[in-house]
C-alpha cells in the first residue's frame, strides 16, 4: 500500500495493480485484487443482488459502493412514473435492493443523479491510483485521473458487492502516444476517434491503455474523461492517463476529495503515480496531434472513422476480405455510396450528450457554436446533461437558454439517445451526428444510422443540416481559437 | 452452492448440435431482474412442439442432459446456465461445448462433462432403448453409467475440484477473508467512501 521498495521498472497500470493485491495468484490462478469503488446502475445489477439474497450474504463494503439510475431514465418529465414496463421494473428493483442492503443511491429527481460515470467524478469519488468497477463498459472512463476502472459482468458485480474484491489475471499495457498541439476545432473526442480508426476495435484487447504525450497533458479532465471513456471501443479493458496538477486541481474541494492531512498524504502519493522510465509497455501506439483533423465515423464500429474533411470510403480498396465484407455491409445499414464527401451528408438528428461528452464543458463547446443561431430546419436537436448537476451548472451559465433559443431540446439527465433504453430513440431510417460512444447498427434505435463526432462537430452538424465542422461556419473560419 | 460427487437422475437425450444460448434460452427472457425462476424460458422455442423431447412422459423430473456436439455457443449470457439449473439439470454430457457457456456453468454449480462422439451415441441408445432411465455421473471416477454401459467424461480438474466442493467464486474468494480483512486494515484514510453522504 505504501509505495515498496522495487527495483523492476513500472508502468501506471502496474503500480495501481501492484497496490491492490490482497492475494498474488500462483500456478496461473488470478490475483484477488481490492476495488476501491464499485459504482451501481439499474441494468446489471438486479440479479447480483438477487444472488446474494439466494445465499445469504450482506454487501461487505456498502461505504464504497453508489448507485444512480441512468440507463432507463426518461430525460422529460421525469416527476411522472416511467410508461415502459421493464424500464420501470428495473428502476423499482434497484430501490428495492438499495434499500434493502444500505447502498446509496441518487434516484431520478435528486440533485446527484445521473449517467454513472459523470456522478463519480463530480462527487470527488473518482481519484487517482483507486480501482474502480461497473457493470458496464464504460467504466475506463475513470482511467482518466489515473485510476484502474474497467467494466464487469454482473456475476462479478454480485461478487464485489460480496467480497469488495476481485480475482483476475493480469492486464497487458500499451502506452498510446500523442505528442503535438490540436488546432482549433479538433478536440478529445476527435483524438480518441483517430486512435480506434487506427489500432481497430480489437487492437486493445487484453490490453489496459496509458495515454501520454504533450497532447494528452494538455486536456483538462472532462478530456481525459472523453478519451478514456472510449477505451473499450478500441477493445481494452482500462484507459489511463497518469495524474497531474489538472487532476489535482480538479479533484480538490469536491464533496468526497480528501482532506486536509488525507488530502497531502494522497497527492504525495498521486505523484508517484508515473510510469517508470524504463518501464517496458507491451505495446506502443503514436499519433501525431498537430496533424489531426475533427474526425467522423462512416461506419457502425467506432473503428470505422476519417477525417471529416475525407470521403466515404470505397470498400473495394480495402485489402482485409473481413473488413471489406464489414465496410460494404456498413455502408448499405449507413445508406451511403462510397466516394461521398461526408461533409455532404445529411442528418435528421443531433445528439449531444452520454457518459462520453455530456459534462459541462461539453455544453460549454457546443454551446459557443451556436450561441445565437438557429439549427437547420428538420433536424431534431437533443442536448441531454450527463447529471442533475451537469445541468445546474449549465443552467447558472445560461446554456439552456441558448440550447432553447437555437431551437433544441434540453432536457433532463440520463443515458438517453446512446442506446435508447428510454423514450429517446432514432426512428428506423433516421441518420444521426451524436456524440455518443457507439455507432452500432440499432443502437439509438432500430434501423437508426449514427456518426460519431466532437461536440464541436455536433454543434456545427446542427447549424448546418450536414455533417460539419466550425471551420465550415463563416463566423468561425477567421476565429483563432475556439474554447473547448 | 451445492456440492457434487455422485449424482443420479433421469437422462435426457437432446439430440441435436449445435444448440446455442440463444435457443437454450431466448433473448425476450432477459429482461427480468431475477437470477432465478427461469425454467419456463428453458428451450423456450420448441417446449410448444409435443414432440420435444422434454415434453414427453418419460422425461419428467431430468436430471442430466445428454447433448449433441458444441452445446452453448453464442451469446454469454449467464441465463442460459440459470435456466437449465432451473429447470433441475445438475449436469450436461457433450462432445463440445461453447468456451463461455462452459465456463460460466463451473461458476454456478452446472457440472459439463465432455464425452467422445461415439460414447453420446451409446448413451444416446441406452436411453432411448430405456425412456427415463437413472443416469449416474460420478465426478470423483469422472464417469457416466447407465446399466452396465459406463462411459468417461472430461473436466478440467480446477473445475472438478470446485464443484466437488461446491464453491462458487464468491465462496472461493471467501477462503481468503482474513486476508481480505487484513489488506483492508491497511487502506489509507484518504481513499473515497461513498457513506456517510456529504
Known amino acids: 500500500m505504501s509505495p515498496e521498495p522495487t527495483i523492476r521498472p513500472r508502468t501506471l497500470a502496474e503500480k495501481v495493480w501492484d497496490d491492490h493485491l490482497v492475494v498474488k495468484g500462483e500456478n496461473g490462478s488470478p490475483d484477488l485484487l481490492y476495488i476501491d469503488l464499485h459504482l451501481v446502475h439499474e441494468v446489471t445489477s438486479p440479479q447480483a443482488f438477487d444472488g446474494l439474497r439466494a445465499e445469504g450474504r450482506p454487501v461487505r463494503r456498502p461505504d464504497l459502493t453508489i448507485a444512480t439510475e441512468d440507463h432507463n431514465t426518461p430525460t422529460l418529465a421525469i416527476d411522472k412514473p416511467i410508461a415502459d414496463l421493464t424500464s420501470r421494473t428495473q428502476i423499482d428493483t434497484l430501490r428495492r435492493n438499495a434499500q434493502e442492503f444500505g447502498v446509496r443511491l441518487h434516484s431520478l429527481g435528486d440533485v446527484e443523479q445521473g449517467i454513472v460515470h459523470v456522478v463519480g467524478p463530480q462527487l470527488g469519488l473518482t481519484m487517482p491510483g483507486i480501482t474502480v468497477v461497473c457493470g458496464d463498459s464504460h467504466t475506463s472512463t475513470h482511467g482518466a485521473f489515473g485510476a484502474m476502472a474497467f467494466g464487469i459482468g454482473t456475476s462479478e458485480v454480485e461478487h464485489v458487492l460480496a467480497t469488495q474484491t476481485l480475482p483476475l489475471k493480469p492486464f497487458k499495457t500499451m502506452a498510446i502516444t500523442v505528442e503535438g498541439t490540436l488546432r482549433p476545432g479538433v478536440t478529445a473526442k476527435d483524438i480518441i476517434l483517430a486512435v480506434i480508426a487506427k489500432i481497430g476495435t480489437g487492437g486493445g484487447q487484453g490490453y489496459v491503455l496509458e495515454y501520454r504525450g504533450s497532447a494528452i497533458r494538455s486536456l483538462s479532465m472532462d478530456g481525459r474523461m472523453t478519451i478514456c471513456n472510449m477505451s473499450i471501443e478500441a477493445g481494452a479493458r482500462a484507459g489511463m492517463v497518469a495524474p497531474d496538477e489538472t487532476t489535482f486541481a480538479y479533484l480538490k474541494g469536491r464533496p468526497h476529495a480528501p482532506e486536509g492531512d488525507d488530502w497531502e498524504a494522497a497527492v504525495e502519493y498521486w505523484r508517484t503515480l508515473q510510469t517508470d522510465d524504463d518501464a517496458v509497455f507491451d505495446a506502443e501506439v503514436f499519433l501525431d496531434a498537430d496533424e489531426l483533423e475533427p474526425f467522423v465515423t462512416w461506419g457502425t464500429n467506432p473503428g470505422q472513422g476519417v477525417s471529416l474533411n475525407e470521403r466515404v470510403p470505397d470498400p473495394s480498396t480495402i485489402i482485409d476480405p473481413n473488413e471489406r465484407a464489414s465496410a460494404e455491409r456498413a455502408l448499405e445499414y449507413m445508406d451511403l455510396e462510397a466516394g461521398t464527401p461526408l461533409k455532404e451528408v445529411r442528418v435528421d438528428a443531433v445528439f449531444m450528450g452520454s457518459c462520453t461528452n455530456s459534462r459541462i464543458e461539453d455544453l460549454r463547446a457546443f454551446a459557443s457554436v451556436i450561441k445565437g443561431q438557429k439549427k437547420a430546419d428538420g433536424v431534431r436537436v437533443m442536448v441531454v446533461p450527463g447529471s442533475a448537476r451537469v445541468r445546474i451548472e449549465a443552467e447558472a451559465e445560461g446554456i439552456d437558454k441558448i440550447v432553447e433559443e437555437f431551437g433544441a431540446e434540453w432536457r433532463f439527465a440520463g443515458c438517453s439517445m446512446c442506446l435508447g433504453m428510454n423514450p429517446d430513440q432514432l426512428a428506423p431510417g433516421e441518420r444521426c451526428a451524436s456524440t455518443s460512444n457507439r455507432n452500432f447498427e440499432g443502437r439509438q434505435g432500430k434501423g437508426g444510422r449514427t456518426h460519431l463526432v466532437s461536440p464541436l462537430v455536433a454543434a456545427a452538424t446542427a447549424i448546418r443540416g450536414t455533417l460539419s465542422s466550425v471551420s465550415d461556419l463563416s463566423e468561425f473560419a477567421a476565429r483563432e481559437t475556439v474554447e473547448v | ?198
Open chain 2, 1 to 198: 452452492m451445492d456440492k457434487i460427487d455422485i449424482l443420479t437422475g433421469v437422462a435426457v437425450p437432446l439430440k441435436r448440435g449445435n444448440v446455442d444460448t440463444d435457443q437454450i434460452i431466448p433473448a425476450v427472457y432477459l429482461k427480468r431482474v431475477t437470477k432465478t425462476g427461469f425454467e419456463d424460458a428453458l428451450f423456450a422455442g420448441w417446449r410448444n412442439d409435443p414432440e420435444f423431447v422434454l415434453n414427453q412422459p418419460a422425461y419428467q423430473n431430468p436430471r442430466v442432459l445428454v447433448a449433441g456436439p458444441d452445446f452453448g455457443t453464442g451469446s454469454s449470457r449467464e441465463h442460459a446456465v440459470w435456466a437449465l439449473r432451473d429447470f433441475g439439470f445438475t449436469a450436461v454430457l457433450s462432445s463440445r461445448f461453447g468456451d463461455i457457456f462452459r465456463g460460466n456453468s463451473g461458476k454456478q454449480g452446472l457440472l459439463t462433462g465432455q464425452v467422445d462422439e461415439a460414447d453420446i451415441e451409446r448413451l444416446w441408445a441406452a436411453i432411448e432403448a430405456q425412456p427415463g432411465v437413472e443416469i449416474t455421473v460420478d465426478l470423483i471416477e469422472r464417469t457416466a453409467a447407465i446399466g452396465d454401459l459406463t462411459v468417461s467424461f472430461a473436466i478440467d480438474d480446477y473445475t472438478r475440484w470446485r464443484l466437488l466442493e461446491g464453491l462458487d467464486d464468491i465462496g472461493l474468494t471467501l477462503r481468503d477473508e482474513e486476508a481480505i480483512t487484513e489488506f483492508e486494515s491497511r487502506r489509507e484514510g484518504w481513499r473515497p467512501r461513498t457513506l456517510p453522504v456529504k
